[in-house]
Nanobody
Framework: QLHVVESGGGLVQPGGSLRLACTSSEFKVEEWSIGWFRQAPGKEREGVICLTSVDKQTYYRDSVKGRFTISTDAAKNTNYLQMNSLKPEDTGIYYC????????????????WGQGTQVTVSS
């Protein structure tokens, strides 16, 4: 299947910010619905956010609305997830992938297309 590379994760304190990036050499991210899901240790994978390619609508998990923003830069073929006001509960490995079949952010399954990037929010 298609491959992506996620980057931008790291260790931040509560209230801090990170910007994650998702790129691919195989497809144009602007032409696809791209979303992010995450997985915390011992927890189920959960959808975080999805930007649809057709109508450019953003779907959020309730817990991140107002704090996370998703966007694309066509020139760089990169999807960005801007995360502000981070909380310890945001900790996990973040993956980007196609989200056209998620039905919002509540898909019953999520499949990584890359290695993911670790986000750790801790004081």
């Amino acid at each position: 299947q298609l491959h992506v590379v996620e980057s931008g994760g790291g260790l931040v304190q509560p209230g801090g910010s990170l910007r994650l990036a998702c790129t691919s050499s195989e497809f144009k991210v602007e032409e696809w619905s791209i979303g992010w899901f995450r997985q915390a240790p011992g927890k189920e994978r959960e959808g975080v956010i999805c930007l649809t390619s057709v109508d450019k609508q953003t779907y959020y998990r309730d817990s991140v609305k107002g704090r996370f923003t998703i966007s694309t830069d066509a020139a760089k073929n990169t999807n960005y997830l801007q995360m502000n006001s981070l909380k310890p509960e945001d900790t996990g490995i973040y993956y980007c992938t196609y989200c056209g079949g998620w039905g919002g952010v509540n898909s019953k399954s999520y499949e990584p297309w890359g290695q993911g990037t670790q986000v750790t929010v801790s004081s």
